[in-house]
């Protein structure tokens, strides 16, 4: 019975078979093993486009598909096309070492099976599977897996196809450059893009969700800023509390219990106060308007009065203040929220400058929405008993305490 070969050429001896020639033979086939196990061969491709016929060498060294490691050379002026025999199934370390800009595909003699391709700009290894299937035989870029790279490693023209990084990114100093954290089932991500000639680079927010913003997030008492090409830095604004000065020049006295407005001079040439005097017996008031910014989120506001004392006495002054919000249409005809109070006791000077604490939350009637005028009343409640302050409260300006939760008002 004479002898047969396995698809990589390796001699199958038959039984009383080779007489005399068992010891080349069996040394023939240990060289050819070895050449499978880590051979190393360049096979030359040069040429326009067209196809290179990797063979196996039945029971020979000579197969070009007879080693583990085949570099590829020459210099090729069109795409290439490197066969390998069908009924092969072994994997390959394929090296591109050629010279000139075109693509080299790796494929079966025959049939439609799955191929592996390096890029024009792809002169390094591949690691590549052959399933040596009879009919369709195909081959796979198994790449290098789950590698752990130790020590400093450079990677020079790789492309990185969906990585998974680490908790960090270091610098070249091996500092902490970036931290990284996972959201177990997160759907959405940053989207980096660079610009063409006359464009901004762009970070988006993008995901699965319709709508996505991006939160930055400071460090104790940290500010988000941004620096100009100039080098001119300044603070970036964020949505949050904001607030916005009411003067007294800006009030006016209802028809029905006015405040009296004065201005009352300090010294001659120094600021003159421009104010609202609330009598210290009975309840007086003023009022304001203000057309909201659509950026407010319509909640609750807070608000401190800056006044200033007409008698050196030091018992205690209430204000109250409240509001109601008119859209278009809405008829002005209305009632006020419930007052919000604040108490600020005498200073024991006339003249000086006083500002009350901030007072609690305060809910606009009238169910405000963006747009809207708000109407403001403010009064002392001089009637009552706990306002022992016995002189008359000049009222400079209310300062109003808002929540945004947009970034403009556009």
């Known amino acids: 019975m004479a002898s047969t070969y396995t698809d ?13 020639t068992w010891g080349t033979k069996t040394n023939s086939n240990l060289s050819l093993i070895e050449q499978l196990t880590g051979g190393y061969l360049e096979v030359s491709i040069a040429g326009g486009a067209g196809t290179t016929a990797l063979d196996i060498d039945n029971g020979a060294l000579t197969g070009t598909a007879q080693q583990k490691v085949i570099k590829l050379t020459g210099s090729i002026s069109g795409n290439r096309i490197v066969t390998f025999p069908l009924l092969t199934e072994t994997f390959y370390f394929i090296e591109n070492g050629t010279s000139g800009a075109y693509t080299v595909q790796l494929k079966a003699a ?5 191929t592996v391709t390096f890029s024009a700009t792809e ?4 690691i590549i599977y052959i399933d040596g299937v009879a009919t369709n035989t195909g081959v796979y870029d ?3 897996g789950n590698v752990t790279l130790t020590g400093t490693e450079t990677l020079t023209n790789k492309t990185l196809t969906s990585p998974k990084i680490g908790t960090s990114i270091l610098d070249t100093n091996g500092l902490e450059l970036a931290l990284l954290t996972a959201t177990s089932s997160a759907v959405n991500e940053f989207t980096i893009a660079n610009g063409a000639t006359g464009n901004n680079p762009k970070l988006s927010a993008t995901g699965d969700d319709s709508n996505v913003g991006i939160d930055f997030i400071t460090k104790g008492t940290g500010v988000i800023r941004a620096e100009d090409s100039g080098g001119n830095v300044s603070a970036v604004q964020i949505a949050g509390k904001e607030t916005m000065w009411v003067p007294a020049a800006a009030m006016y006295g209802p028809t029905t219990n006015p405040a009296d407005a004065a201005q009352v001079e300090t010294t001659a040439t120094r600021p003159d106060l421009k104010v609202f005097d609330f009598d210290a017996s009975t309840q007086q008031y003023t009022q304001f308007t203000v057309a909201m910014p659509k950026s407010w989120n319509e909640g609750t506001l807070t608000y401190q009065v800056y006044w200033s004392p007409s008698t050196t006495n030091t018992g205690d002054a209430i204000f109250g203040l409240q509001a109601v919000a008119c859209a278009d249409s809405d008829t002005i005809d209305v009632a006020y929220g419930t007052a919000i109070e604040v108490t600020d006791a005498g200073i024991g000077t006339v003249e000086d400058q006083q500002i ?10 009238g169910s405000p929405a963006a747009g809207e005028q ?6 002392r409640k001089a009637a009552d008993g706990s306002d022992t302050f016995t002189g008359e409260c000049r009222v400079l300006g209310v300062k109003l305490f808002f929540t945004t939760d947009a970034a403009n008002d556009l």
């Open 8 to 20: 990589l050429g390796i001699e199958l001896m038959a039984t009383g078979e080779n007489a005399g």
């Open 110 to 114: 025959s049939g439609s099976g799955a």
């Open 123 to 126: 002169k390094n290894f591949k």
């Open 142 to 144: 198994i790449g290098m």
């Open 356 to 365: 009350t604490s901030e007072s609690s939350a305060m809910t606009v009637a």
């Open 374 to 379: 708000t109407y403001f009343q403010l009064f």
